[in-house]
C-alpha cells in the first residue's frame, strides 16, 4: 500500500511540473528562512546559559532615582556585604574598563593594544564555567598571574607554550609584568563575559601597583568602576537580600542615598524578562521577539502558498477522486494518498531548506556578524519548537488538503460543478490577502527601520566630524622624556600641509566619556540635586576648535589652563543640559558663576553648546569639559584627499617619537556610525526577510494566475474572437489579483504603523513616519504583483484563439 501510494504521488508532482516547483521552491524557501533566523534567536537565547552556578548567580547594579541602572559599582561593597550578609555564598568581580593598554611580548618584540582584558577575581574560572585549557585556575588568586584566551596565546607566543612565559602590560596603572599561568577556550558569543586576557586582581591590592590611581583601591566604596556578581545559597530570597543591601549601603554611604542597589538574575543580564525590564542588558529582548515573529509569518506565507495552490489544483483532480470513489476508493484511503502527497512536498522542500541554509550560512554570518550554523540551532531547546512547528505545520496543511480533497461529494465531481464552488474561491482570495499583508508590512518595516537607520547617520549632531582622523596615544615609554616626546610629536604633526587642526583630549566623541560622576551644586541647586549625574570630558584647549563645536556664551580654556594639575584646576566648561540641571536659567548667567563639587569650587568660564558625544539613539547628557593635556587621543583634522599616504605619513611620525607602541587610529565618522551596527544589521534583515517573504507570496499568485488562465483558457479565446484587445484581456485577468492586493495594503498600513510608532519610542532623536512610507510600500507590492501576474496574462491574451478554444 505504501509503495503504491508513493508512486502515484511522485507521478502527480512530476505531471504537474509548474505547480510542484513553485510549491517545493516555496515551502523551501520560507523553510529556510525559518531556520536562519532561528539560528540567530537560539543564539541569543543561550547567551549565559552555560555556567553551572547559573541559578544562584546575580549581578549588582546600582540604580537611580530615574530608574536608570548601571553594571558599574564601587569595589569595596563586595566585601562588605560578604561579611555581613550570610545569604551571599561567594562574590566575583570583573573590572575591565580600567585595565585597556598595551600588552608587549618583549621577548619577541610584539605588541598589541587589547580591548578585552579585565582585572578579576581569583575565583574567576570556578565561579564562572569558562573552559580552562592549561594551567590551574587557583593560580588567578596571585598578584601578576595573567591568563590567556587561546587566539590570544596564539597571536603573542605563536606555536610556544606559554605558561610560564612574562607579558608587560602599560596602561593607566604604569608598566608591569605578568606571568602566563593558565589558557582559556576563547570566550564566544554566547558570553557577554568576552575577555582575551584575564589579570589577577590581586595585583591591584597592593598600593604600589596603582601608580597613584589611589580610586582604584579594591576596598573603597568611592568610585564606581567594577562588575560585582553574587553567588547565593540556595532558596534566598533575592528581592529581601537586595533590601539588606540598601540598608547596609545607607548605613555605610550616607551621602549616596538617592542611589539603591538592584540584584538582577545572571541569566537575564543579557535579555530582559519582559518588555517593562528596566535594568541594564547586552541584547534587545524586542529584536528578538521581532525576528522571531517574522520568521514563523515567513512560514506562514509559505504555508499558505502551498494550500492555496493545492486547493486550486484540487479542482482539476475533483474527477480522479469521483472515479475513485466509484470503483470502492474510502474516505481513509483518499486521506493517506492526498496527506502522502503532502508530506512527500514538505520533505523534498525541508531537503531544499537545509542545502539553502547550507549555501547562503556564509552571507547570514556576514551580515549579522556572528558565527552561526546549524549546530547552533541543534545545541539549543530551542529546535524542538521550531521541528515541532514545520510538522505540525506540514501536517496542518497537507491534512487540510487532504481532507478538502477526500470529502468532494461523488455526484458533483462526475458533474463538474465543482468547478463554480465559492468556497474555495474565498480561502484562497483569503490567504492571498494574509500573504500580501505579512509582505507589504514587512516592506513598511524595512522602510521605516532603513528611514532610522540614516537619520542617525545624517542628523545634525553640533559639530563636524567629517575628515577627522583619530590616533590612540602611546601607553609604552611614558618616562621623564615622554612630556617632551608628546609636545615634539605635536608640533611635527602641526608642520603637515594637509594637517589643518589638531587637539588632544582625555576622550572623544562615540568613545563614552572619562567617567560620571555626582556632587556637584551651584548656588541655584535644590536639595537632592548633589545626587544628579554630570558626564566628565577632559579636554585640551583646541578640542572645541578641531571638532567645531561653538560656545554658547564665555570662551574656552587657555594652553596655560590646560597645564594646570588636576586638583589645582579652577575652571570648567558646561554644556547647555549641565546648566539646566544646576538650576541656571541661561548660559549667560553661568558664565562666572562658582560651582561647588564636593568640597572644591569651580569657576563656571564658558557654555558650550550641546552636542551629540554619544549616538543619538540617547539623549544628550549634562556635560562637564575639564581642561588638561591629557594625551590618550589625538584628534587630526586632514584637508584633500588621498588619505592612506597621508596616514601612512603620520604613522612614521608617531613611531619616530614611540616607539614598541602600536599605531592605531580611526576615522571618527566611521567609529560614529559604529554604533548604529546593530540597527544596521537589523535593517539588512528586515529588507532580506521582506524580500523573501514578497517573493515567496509572488510564487503564490503566479502560481494561481497559471491556474486562472488555465481554468479560463476557451473564455479566452472567444473574447478575442468577438473582438476584445490584448490590454482588456489583461486587466480581466490582473483585476482580480491587484484587488486583493489593495486590500492586503489597507490592512498591513495601520498594524506597521502602530508596532513601529511603539519601536521609535527606544530612540531619543527619532524619525516621524510619513504618509509616503505606505504609499511606497503600497505601489512596490501592487507593481511586484502586476508584474508577476502580468505575465501570464500577457501570455495567454496573446495566444492564439483557434489553439484556445481546442483546449478544453
Not at 565561579?127 to 590551574?136: A, E, I, W
Not at 587566539?151 to 608598566?175: C, E, H, M, R, V
Not at 560585582?228 to 540556595?234: D, E, K, S, V
Not at 535593517?683 to 521582506?690: D, K, N, P, V
Request: hydrophobic letters at 45%; one cysteine or more; charged letters at 20%.
Amino acid at each position: 500500500m505504501f509503495k503504491n501510494h508513493l508512486k502515484i504521488a511522485l507521478r502527480v508532482l512530476f505531471r504537474n511540473k509548474v505547480y510542484s516547483f513553485i510549491n517545493i521552491a516555496g515551502l523551501a524557501l520560507g523553510i529556510s528562512a525559518f531556520l536562519l533566523i532561528l539560528e540567530y534567536v537560539s543564539l541569543e537565547r543561550s547567551v549565559n546559559q552555560f555556567h553551572a552556578n547559573l541559578p544562584n548567580m546575580y549581578r549588582l547594579l546600582n540604580q537611580n532615582n530615574k530608574g536608570e541602572t548601571w553594571a558599574q559599582v564601587e569595589p569595596g561593597w563586595a566585601t562588605k556585604a560578604k561579611e555581613r550578609l550570610p545569604e551571599i555564598k561567594e562574590y566575583c568581580r570583573v573590572a575591565d574598563g580600567v585595565a585597556q593598554g598595551i600588552v608587549k611580548n618583549e621577548s619577541k618584540n610584539v605588541s598589541f593594544r587589547e580591548k578585552k582584558m579585565g582585572y578579576a577575581e581569583g575565583n574567576f574560572f570556578s565561579f564562572f564555567s569558562f573552559p580552562l585549557l592549561k594551567g590551574s585556575a587557583s593560580e588567578l588568586n596571585k598578584p601578576d598571574v595573567i591568563f590567556m584566551a587561546e587566539s590570544a596565546a596564539k597571536k603573542y607566543f605563536d606555536k610556544a607554550d606559554p605558561i610560564g612565559q612574562t607579558l608587560t602590560l602599560y596602561n593607566q596603572f604604569g608598566k608591569k609584568d605578568y606571568v602566563v599561568k593558565g589558557v582559556f577556550a576563547d570566550m564566544g558569543d554566547n558570553s557577554d563575559i568576552k575577555l582575551d586576557l584575564v589579570l589577577s586582581l590581586e595585583t591591584l591590592k597592593n598600593p604600589a601597583n596603582l601608580n597613584g590611581n589611589d580610586w582604584a583601591s579594591i576596598d573603597n566604596l568611592d568610585s564606581q568602576y567594577i562588575d560585582t556578581y553574587f553567588l547565593l545559597n540556595q532558596k534566598t530570597d533575592y528581592l529581601a537580600l537586595e533590601g539588606k543591601l540598601n540598608t547596609l549601603r545607607k548605613e555605610l554611604s550616607k551621602e549616596n542615598d538617592a542611589t539603591n542597589f538592584r540584584l538582577q538574575p545572571f541569566s537575564e543580564i543579557h535579555l530582559a524578562s519582559s518588555f517593562s525590564d528596566t535594568y541594564q542588558h547586552y541584547g534587545n529582548v524586542k529584536y528578538v521577539f521581532i525576528l522571531s515573529g517574522i520568521a514563523f509569518l515567513i512560514l506562514v506565507i509559505a504555508w499558505f502558498n502551498y494550500i492555496n495552490l493545492s486547493t486550486a489544483n484540487a479542482l482539476k483532480r475533483a474527477n480522479e477522486v469521483g472515479v475513485r470513489k466509484v470503483i470502492g476508493a474510502t474516505r481513509s484511503n483518499l486521506v493517506l494518498q492526498f496527506l502522502g502527497e503532502s508530506m512527500l512536498v514538505n520533505l523534498f522542500a525541508f531537503v531544499g531548506a537545509i542545502f539553502l541554509v547550507t549555501l547562503l550560512q556564509p552571507f547570514f554570518n556576514q551580515t549579522i556578524q556572528k558565527d552561526l550554523s546549524l549546530t547552533t540551532l541543534l545545541s539549543s531547546s530551542l529546535w524542538v519548537i521550531g521541528l515541532g512547528l514545520l510538522v505540525v505545520g506540514s501536517i496542518g496543511s497537507g491534512v487540510y488538503t487532504a481532507f478538502g480533497l477526500a470529502n468532494f461529494k461523488l455526484i458533483e465531481t462526475l458533474k463538474g460543478k465543482l468547478h463554480k464552488s465559492t468556497k474555495g474561491i474565498f480561502l484562497r482570495k483569503s490567504l492571498v490577502v494574509t500573504q500580501f499583508s505579512i509582505s507589504i508590512a514587512l516592506i513598511i518595516v524595512t522602510i521605516i527601520v532603513f528611514s532610522q537607520l540614516k537619520h542617525m547617520q545624517n542628523q545634525d549632531l553640533g559639530m563636524n566630524i567629517k575628515q577627522l582622523l583619530v590616533i590612540k596615544g602611546p601607553e609604552i615609554g611614558k618616562d621623564s622624556t615622554y612630556k617632551s616626546r608628546v609636545s615634539a610629536f605635536e608640533t611635527d604633526i602641526a608642520q603637515q600641509s594637509f594637517v589643518t587642526d589638531y587637539c588632544t583630549s582625555g576622550s572623544v566623541p562615540s568613545n563614552w566619556y572619562n567617567f560620571t560622576t555626582v556632587g556637584f551644586t551651584s548656588a541655584k541647586s535644590k536639595a537632592g540635586d548633589e545626587h544628579k549625574a554630570y558626564s566628565f570630558v577632559i579636554i585640551g584647549n583646541n578640542f572645541l576648535k578641531t571638532y567645531q563645536i561653538p560656545l554658547k556664551a564665555g570662551r574656552n580654556f587657555t594652553a596655560k589652563e590646560c597645564e594646570v594639575d588636576w586638583n589645582d584646576n579652577s575652571k570648567v566648561l558646561l554644556n547647555e543640559k549641565a546648566i539646566v540641571q544646576l538650576g541656571f536659567k541661561s548660559a549667560t548667567e553661568a558664565v562666572n558663576a562658582k560651582i561647588k563639587w564636593d568640597e572644591r569650587y569651580l569657576e563656571v568660564i564658558g557654555v558650550v553648546k550641546d552636542y551629540h558625544h554619544k549616538s543619538l539613539q540617547t539623549a544628550i547628557d549634562p556635560m562637564i569639559f575639564y581642561p588638561q593635556n591629557n594625551s590618550s587621543y589625538l584628534t587630526v583634522k586632514l584637508s584633500g584627499e588621498n588619505m592612506t599616504s597621508k596616514v601612512a605619513t603620520l604613522e612614521n611620525i608617531f613611531k619616530s617619537h614611540f616607539s614598541g607602541n602600536p599605531f592605531e587610529f580611526f576615522f571618527m565618522d566611521d567609529n560614529f556610525n559604529k554604533q548604529y551596527e546593530t540597527e544596521s544589521q537589523y535593517s539588512t534583515l528586515f529588507t532580506t526577510a521582506s524580500v523573501w517573504a514578497i517573493f515567496i507570496a509572488c510564487m503564490g499568485l503566479f502560481g494561481l494566475a497559471t491556474f486562472t488562465v488555465e481554468s479560463r483558457t476557451k473564455e479566452i479565446g472567444i473574447r478575442k474572437i468577438l473582438g476584445a484587445s490584448v490590454l482588456s484581456i489583461v486587466q480581466l485577468l490582473s483585476k482580480d489579483f491587484l484587488i486583493l492586493v489593495f486590500i492586503a495594503i489597507v490592512i498591513a498600513c495601520p498594524i506597521a504603523y502602530y508596532f513601529m510608532q511603539q519601536w521609535l519610542q527606544d530612540f531619543a532623536s527619532r524619525i516621524t513616519i510619513e504618509w509616503w512610507y505606505f504609499v511606497v510600500a503600497g505601489a512596490l507590492a501592487l507593481g511586484i504583483a502586476l508584474l508577476t501576474v502580468g505575465y501570464q496574462a500577457i501570455k495567454s491574451a496573446l495566444m492564439n484563439p483557434v489553439k484556445s478554444l481546442r483546449t478544453e
